[in-house]
């Protein structure tokens, strides 16, 4: 087991060291955005090639290999011709002289760890072998479905939102956004916890509910929610917004 961590490791060292180097061209720090979900299906194209793959195993390969993809065209599309995110500029400024040797670390090798520890029960249940269909794999399929759903649609939505927007401050209120101010955070969320449900029955597995937990904890309370909710904080309509809205788990809106 330890050895095919080591190795993911190794490969995504690698892979955050090239993306480092293109962000280095590039000028932005933002290609990791695009990197992350990429990174991942390295992993599951590592993994596939490590051990017999099982109809359950294949399924965890798809689901994750289908957000990765969908999530890095995404990201691309939406930088592209763009300035750098707002996160990266402000990180560029703050750093000053330890920029490039803050980057590399705060930003891609981080980013690698944190993608080895998401992606750890896929390792898991490479290493575990074979798996049969059972109650816990219809429950985390829906789990994730429902999870893809809300990201995607979300994004979308977004998305169009940006696209037609005509006055500066305007906030996204409708669609999945009238009842959660991060619908995009949810569904990832769930995914996760969906990918974490159908692992479960391999031997081991409840030790790497570290990676729901982690993907939870990093967008509700360091990365994702609160860098969003600083960037609008006085901002007069977010605020309204605030106060009738769920932060995360759609909800009915609430009388204010």
Known sequence: MLTIFINCFIIIT????????VA????RNDVADIAWGLGYIIICGYLFT???????????YSLVTLWGLRLSVHIYLRNKN????????????EWG????????????????VLLIIIISPLINAAISGVQHWNTLTLIGTV?????????????WQL????KYKKIPGTIMQSGLWKYSRHPNYFGEIMMWWGIF?????????????????????????????????????????????????SKLIPMPVKKV
């Open 14 to 21: 690698i892979y955050a060291t090239l993306w480092f180097v």
């Open 24 to 27: 280095l061209i590039k000028k």
């Open 50 to 60: 490590t051990n017999k793959s099982s109809p359950v195993l294949l399924l965890l």
């Open 82 to 93: 763009k300035n750098e995110d707002f996160r990266y500029l402000a990180w560029r400024k």
């Open 97 to 112: 002289k330890t920029f490039y040797w803050r980057s590399y670390g705060q930003v891609f090798l981080l980013q690698g």
């Open 143 to 155: 789990c994730w479905l429902i999870g893809f759903y809300f990201q995607t649609l979300a994004d």
């Open 159 to 162: 998305s169009v939102f940006i």
């Open 197 to 245: 449900i159908i692992s479960l029955p391999l031997s081991n597995s409840i030790f790497f509910i570290i990676s729901p937990l982690t993907i939870t904890l990093f967008l509700v309370f360091v990365s994702g929610v609160p860098l969003l909710e600083n960037k609008y904080a006085n901002n007069p309509a977010f605020k309204k917004y605030k106060k009738r809205t």
